[in-house]
């Protein structure tokens, strides 16, 4: 279900993500810090700034361009979320929240921004074709969280920030930039012994036990696809009609952090 995990949204201007295509998946892309501007061959443009979430459903074609709107590094997440087969060729969609709008809730040491999926007994309005977890934690110092995990999904945590111990009490603490892949069960329990505080990111889905062929920026189920994928955008057909003689607009840059 999980196709990549990219804290490299850490980029600086001129660099970024100049205009190119997407088949077959979905792009989730969650801002630390900074801001992104966004704009697609549908006319479809806009900016999403530290603690804002733009979760774009590829589908059958879309070309597009990311590129920083901030001066300094912008610092971020963006998600590939496989679609199944009935799914990959549908009409690309969006679905944005402005950090204001993501339900967060605190409780007992534990703060959580619920991106996707469900934690301390509140709902993300986000709707996701696979069912999906994704969730930003910050734990004080000896705080415990325990996060139900569905039965039979793949997950993993990430650590932003500090250090934790997840899973067993008698493990060792995960510090920042590590990744911890859960093995089979119903949740995760999460220590915080520290002194300080420790953010992790925890996502997980239901897997979709289908063949997954990625090549560059096109994700199907099979090599075949794959090379109708290119064919179709060298071509602009079948989805990717739109991109006869577009380009993205140049971005300017705020001061903004």
Not at 45 to 71: F, N, Y
Not at 231 to 247: C, H, I, L
């Amino acid at each position: 279900m999980v196709q990549l995990l990219d804290e490299a949204l850490e980029v600086s201007p001129p660099a970024g993500f100049p205009d190119h295509p997407h088949r077959g998946f979905e792009t989730v892309t969650y801002m630390l810090k900074g801001a992104f501007t966004h704009q697609d061959f549908a006319g479809h443009k806009g900016t999403i700034k530290a603690g804002d979430l733009q979760w774009m459903t590829a589908g059958r074609g879309i070309v597009h361009c990311e590129m920083p709107a901030s001066k300094g590094a912008q610092n971020g997440l963006q998600l590939w979320v496989n679609l199944s087969s009935k799914d990959k060729l549908i009409e690309p969609a969006y679905q944005e929240l402005e950090g204001k709008d993501i339900p967060k809730v605190e409780k007992d040491g534990v703060r959580a921004v619920v991106i996707a999926g469900e934690a301390l007994g509140i709902k993300s309005p986000v709707y996701t074709r696979t069912p999906t977890m994704f969730l930003d934690f910050t734990l004080k110092p000896g705080a415990v969280l325990h996060q139900p995990v569905p039965e039979g999904w793949n997950a993993f945590a990430y650590v932003l920030e500090g250090e934790a111990i997840f899973g067993d009490l008698s493990s060792s603490a995960i510090g920042a930039h590590h990744t911890v892949q859960l093995s089979s069960g119903n949740g995760l329990s999460i220590w915080n012994k520290s002194n300080s505080p420790c953010r992790f990111v925890l996502i997980g889905g239901q897997p979709l036990n289908e063949p997954v062929v990625q090549y560059g920026p096109f994700v199907m189920n099979n090599k075949q696809e794959i090379i109708q994928a290119i064919e179709d955008y060298q071509r602009s057909r079948n989805g990717f009609e739109r991109a006869v003689g577009w380009r993205s607009d140049p971005v300017g840059l705020s001061d903004a952090e």
